[in-house]
């Protein structure tokens, strides 16, 4: 059984920077692509990055370019999102989430190509 286990959210004033983990298991985290994707409330939930466990290959929201950086370390099985530069409207549930690594176009980020979710860590950015 798929399990992801979001941690490292908390309270960050505007400018800082946090650091999010997914650990995963119950699969083959090289046969997967993993994603983050937040959710503010009111607000649909969006993609924000993701990453082959495979080949490493990245994508990102272009409201976050240049902000956060994804990786991963497979010997852990976990999935990092380094967040810099931490904005208000940056506030919300950050999930982690994967899917088989199928060949379809996960790095478009959309919610629905991901299966497989964990409970989220919440963000919160004071101004």
């Known amino acids: 059984e798929v399990q992801l286990v979001e941690s490292g959210g908390g309270l960050v004033q505007a400018g800082g920077s946090l650091r999010l983990s997914c650990a995963a298991s119950?699969?083959?985290?090289?046969?997967?692509?993993i994603g983050w994707f937040r959710q503010a409330p009111g607000k649909e939930r969006e993609g924000v990055s993701c990453i082959s466990g495979k080949d490493g290959i990245t994508s990102y929201a272009d409201s976050v370019k240049g902000r956060f950086t994804i990786s991963k370390d497979n010997a852990k099985n976990t999935v990092y999102l380094q967040m810099n530069s931490l904005d208000p409207e940056d506030t919300a549930v950050y999930y982690c989430a994967a899917e088989e690594d199928l060949g379809h176009n996960y790095y478009a980020l959309k919610p629905g190509d991901f299966a497989s979710w964990g409970q989220g860590t919440q963000v919160t950015v004071s101004s």
């Open positions: 119950g699969f083959t985290f090289d046969d997967y692509v």
